[in-house]
């Protein structure tokens, strides 16, 4: 059991550019979580996974953002045309089932500049 | 809409008190509730998870409760030390994703 991973670790990109983020989970957790960070504040739920599925989409995702776990195994979020409100920590968590508890990833702190 | 409150938004205390930090939480209908600790730049690491059945859990220094009936966690922090300083956050599973607060920031000192 590695943890979550997620890559990169950080990221710099110039508004208008498209990124893609990388988690890969625990290997037997089938709930994969997407969510933003910004300062100060507390994470804030975009989007899950049960294996393949993308079961929920918060309103947060806009049209510029779509995520896809192929396999039901790593996950990866894209964000298109880049914003400096895109500026954030995006977070990637995962659990084995509905009750038990997540485990996160150190996070990709993006930057638009 | 589920809504979670951390009061206070702000801590700083001398090495070796006994801290509480508040949850509160507008929807008791929930599966878990979890406290994580943060530090600054850094992801989530979890110090305890509450099952809805629960009371409380408790790992070394840190013991959490939970009492769904009024919506409120409690995390105590025992002895506190200097290490502990970092924000920490509450987050209630609800409809199957966690719901955070803003956390509260605490910095212990020498």
């Known amino acids: 059991d590695t943890g979550v991973s997620q890559n990169p670790r950080h990221k710099i990109t110039k508004r208008g550019q498209n990124v893609t983020f990388r988690c890969d989970p625990i290997?037997?957790?089938?709930?994969l979580y997407w969510y933003r960070q910004t300062l100060g504040q507390g994470p804030e739920f975009l989007t899950y996974?049960?294996?393949?599925?993308?079961?929920?989409k918060s309103r947060l995702l806009s049209d510029r953002f779509s995520a896809e776990r192929p396999k039901g195994s790593f996950s990866t979020l894209e964000i298109q045309r880049t914003e400096q409100g895109d500026s954030a920590m995006y977070l990637c968590?995962?659990?084995?089932?509905?009750?038990?508890?997540?485990?996160f990833g150190s996070g990709t702190r993006l930057t638009v500049v | 809409k589920q809504e979670v409150t951390q009061i206070p938004a702000a801590l700083s205390v001398p090495e070796g008190e006994n801290l509480v930090l508040n949850c509160s939480f507008t929807?008791?209908?929930?599966?878990?509730l979890q406290w994580f600790r943060q530090d600054p730049g850094k992801g989530l690491t979890s110090l305890l998870l509450?099952?809805?059945?629960?009371r409380e859990q408790t790992s070394g220094r840190l013991n959490a409760s939970l009492d769904k009936s009024s919506g409120r966690s409690t995390l105590y922090i025992a002895a506190s030390q200097p290490g502990d300083s970092a924000t920490y956050l509450c987050?209630?599973?609800?409809?199957?994703?966690?719901?955070f607060g803003t956390g509260t920031r605490l910095q212990v000192f020498p």
């Open positions: 968590a995962s659990k084995p089932g509905p009750v038990y508890g997540y485990t």
């Open positions: 290997s037997e957790h089938n709930r």
């Open positions: 996974f049960q294996n393949e599925a993308q079961l929920e």
């Open positions: 929807d008791s209908a929930i599966y878990n």
């Open positions: 509450i099952q809805s059945s629960q």
């Open positions: 987050a209630v599973d609800n409809t199957d994703k966690l719901i």
